[in-house]
């Protein structure tokens, strides 16, 4: 694994000594640092040395889906040779599931997928788990749950020419990975079948798997990256990752099923005890519907839902999000740390909110609360040795560990001097720096509170 930054720049200003000092701290150890950047100073830039330079995989979290955006079209120029991956929200436009006591009324969860971020989601997961070299750059989206990494991994059906496999048997491990057969439109997650010829589209969208049996044996693999215009590569192995994240292997299933079958009953005596017969009966249509579904297809709508029974974990443990997926040692940067920080740090709460209604009025088990963004202090938990990056550092970020200033840009520009004035008479002072300014034929700014300041203040030196 090697890291290799390809550009026309070397850094410069205050750069190499912010470099420097960022790198001897995560090689010993130090757990969190700040770089103080101002705003033009090449952060970005540093971000990418001190990766090379420490040959580390890491994961950069921003605050919004924008920034995220301009990061990651920065690092793969910088990294054309690695695994520079981007892992936002796949949502276009979200209604989550939600209740409203006061006026009875009951909004169904709304969305609609994007999916070509929901490919390079795919994407992100697959090359985490397969590579070393990744850089991942990411929205908060980071810190919900999105299924555990090594059920995933496991569910991946590893495929050798010469397997001995029957086609039927093939068909019925697609389908438990949840993809869908269609002979007539390609698209990412599903498969079509003509003859002894299988191809399948992987989630990724950015190739097609095709598969040749000779009776019950795999005769032939071959791969095609890119669109429908480029040829086939004969292959001797091949990985089909699962369409979903959330995949839960038949072994645990019955078990999951189980125990939700249980909860439900629990619960049920909970709510009759209280006399919510209507929401008593509400939970037990819904829940058994989805029992149903799972037992059929291995999926539901709302899934995420039972993520805790499904995955095994204990009322009020974290559930798995794409931070768990990174290989060890890992790297977190977090952009723009002054608004990053306060964003993660308040979903919980209103994401808990939310779901404690919809369980007391019988819409959702009370195990659906651990379908949840992390805590915080889950968050600094798992995110290792990270690195605060911002031109305003919070008390937070300057309160854990060594600061790295970047003042200097590379270009040599400064920010102009800033002076504060006492307010009485800001007028006449004002009127004196513009008599300073025409001297020298240049002009003057002056920015006023409100719309009426502004106009007496220019009446004035009319």
Same mark, same amino acid.
């Given at each position: 694994?090697?890291?290799?930054?390809?550009?026309?720049?070397?850094?410069?200003?205050?750069?190499?000594?912010?470099?420097?000092?960022?790198?001897?701290?995560?090689?010993?150890?130090?757990?969190?640092?700040?770089?103080?950047?101002?705003?033009?100073?090449?952060? /970005?830039? &540093?971000?990418?040395?001190?990766? %090379? $330079?420490? @040959?580390?995989?890491?994961?950069? #979290?921003? =605050?919004?889906? +924008?920034?995220?955006?301009?990061?990651?079209?920065?690092?793969?120029?910088?990294?054309?040779?690695?695994?520079?991956?981007?892992?936002?929200?796949?949502?276009?436009?979200?209604?989550?599931?939600?209740?409203?006591?006061? /006026?009875? &009324?009951?909004?169904?969860?709304? %969305? $609609?997928? @994007?999916?070509?971020?929901?490919? #390079?989601? =795919?994407?992100? +997961?697959?090359?985490?788990?397969?590579?070393?070299?990744?850089?991942?750059?990411?929205?908060?989206?980071?810190?919900?749950?999105?299924?555990?990494?090594?059920?995933?991994?496991?569910?991946?059906?590893?495929?050798?020419?010469?397997? &001995?496999?029957?086609?039927?048997?093939?068909?019925?491990?697609?389908?438990?990975?949840?993809?869908?057969?269609?002979?007539?439109?390609?698209?990412?997650?599903?498969?079509?079948?003509?003859?002894?010829?299988?191809?399948?589209?992987?989630?990724?969208?950015?190739?097609?798997?095709?598969?040749?049996?000779?009776?019950?044996?795999?005769?032939?693999?071959?791969?095609?990256?890119?669109?429908?215009?480029?040829?086939?590569?004969?292959?001797?192995?091949?990985?089909?990752?699962?369409?979903?994240?959330?995949?839960?292997?038949?072994?645990?299933?019955?078990?999951?099923?189980?125990?939700?079958?249980?909860?439900?009953?629990?619960?049920?005596?909970?709510?009759?005890?209280?006399?919510?017969?209507?929401?008593?009966?509400?939970?037990?249509?819904?829940?058994?519907?989805?029992?149903?579904?799972?037992?059929?297809?291995?999926?539901?709508?709302?899934?995420?839902?039972?993520?805790?029974?499904?995955?095994?974990?204990?009322?009020?443990?974290?559930?798995?999000?794409?931070?768990?997926?990174?290989?060890?040692?890992?790297?977190?940067?977090?952009?723009?740390?002054?608004?990053?920080?306060?964003?993660?740090?308040?979903?919980?709460?209103?994401?808990?909110?939310?779901?404690?209604?919809?369980?007391?009025?019988?819409?959702?088990?009370?195990?659906?609360?651990?379908?949840?963004?992390?805590?915080?202090?889950?968050?600094?938990?798992?995110?290792?040795?990270?690195?605060?990056?911002?031109?305003?550092?919070?008390?937070?970020?300057?309160?854990?560990?060594?600061?790295?200033?970047?003042?200097?840009?590379?270009?040599?520009?400064?920010?102009?001097?800033?002076?504060?004035?006492?307010?009485?008479?800001?007028?006449?002072?004002?009127?004196?720096?513009?008599?300073?300014?025409?001297?020298?034929?240049?002009?003057?700014?002056?920015?006023?509170?409100?719309?009426?300041?502004?106009?007496?203040?220019?009446?004035?030196?009319?």
């Amino acid at each position: 694994m090697t890291f290799h930054i390809v550009s026309a720049y070397a850094p410069s200003g205050d750069q190499p000594q912010a470099i420097d000092a960022l790198v001897r701290g995560v090689t010993s150890g130090t757990r969190a640092q700040t770089l103080l950047g101002v705003t033009g100073s090449g952060k /970005t830039f &540093t971000m990418a040395q001190v990766i %090379a $330079k420490t @040959n580390r995989p890491a994961i950069i #979290l921003s =605050h919004n889906k +924008t920034l995220a955006a301009q990061l990651y079209e920065e690092f793969k120029e910088l990294f054309p040779s690695n695994a520079v991956h981007y892992f936002v929200s796949y949502y276009d436009y979200y209604q989550p599931e939600a209740y409203l006591p006061n /006026t009875d &009324t009951y909004i169904e969860k709304d %969305a $609609k997928i @994007n999916a070509f971020i929901d490919e #390079l989601r =795919h994407a992100a +997961t697959q090359a985490i788990l397969t590579r070393n070299d990744c850089i991942i750059v990411a929205s908060v989206s980071a810190i919900y749950g999105i299924g555990n990494p090594q059920e995933y991994l496991k569910s991946a059906l590893s495929i050798k020419i010469g397997n &001995t496999l029957s086609p039927k048997i093939f068909s019925e491990r697609l389908a438990l990975i949840q993809y869908t057969r269609n002979d007539i439109e390609r698209t990412p997650g599903t498969w079509s079948k003509k003859g002894e010829l299988y191809e399948v589209i992987p989630p990724t969208g950015d190739r097609t798997i095709r598969i040749v049996f000779f009776g019950n044996e795999i005769e032939e693999i071959q791969e095609r990256i890119g669109d429908a215009g480029a040829s086939f590569e004969p292959r001797s192995e091949a990985t089909i990752f699962p369409a979903k994240h959330f995949v839960t292997p038949e072994e645990n299933l019955e078990r999951a099923i189980s125990v939700i079958e249980i909860e439900l009953a629990e619960r049920l005596k909970v709510l009759s005890k209280e006399k919510k017969i209507i929401e008593a009966d509400r939970l037990l249509r819904k829940t058994r519907y989805d029992i149903q579904m799972l037992r059929e297809t291995g999926y539901t709508n709302g899934i995420e839902n039972y993520s805790r029974h499904l995955e095994g974990r204990a009322a009020g443990e974290p559930p798995s999000t794409l931070i768990d997926y990174m290989p060890e040692g890992f790297l977190t940067f977090i952009d723009e740390s002054h608004m990053t920080i306060p964003q993660i740090r308040g979903m919980f709460a209103g994401d808990r909110a939310r779901k404690e209604t919809l369980v007391a009025h019988g819409f959702r088990l009370p195990s659906a609360i651990d379908n949840r963004p992390l805590r915080f202090e889950e968050f600094e938990e798992k995110i290792g040795q990270r690195i605060f990056v911002s031109a305003t550092p919070n008390i937070y970020e300057l309160s854990h560990g060594p600061v790295a200033e970047q003042l200097v840009r590379p270009t040599g520009l400064l920010d102009p001097t800033l002076e504060i004035r006492k307010a009485d008479g800001q007028i006449k002072d004002i009127e004196k720096e513009i008599i300073l300014r025409a001297a020298k034929g240049e002009r003057t700014l002056v920015i006023a509170l409100t719309k009426r300041m502004a106009e007496d203040i220019s009446e004035y030196l009319s």
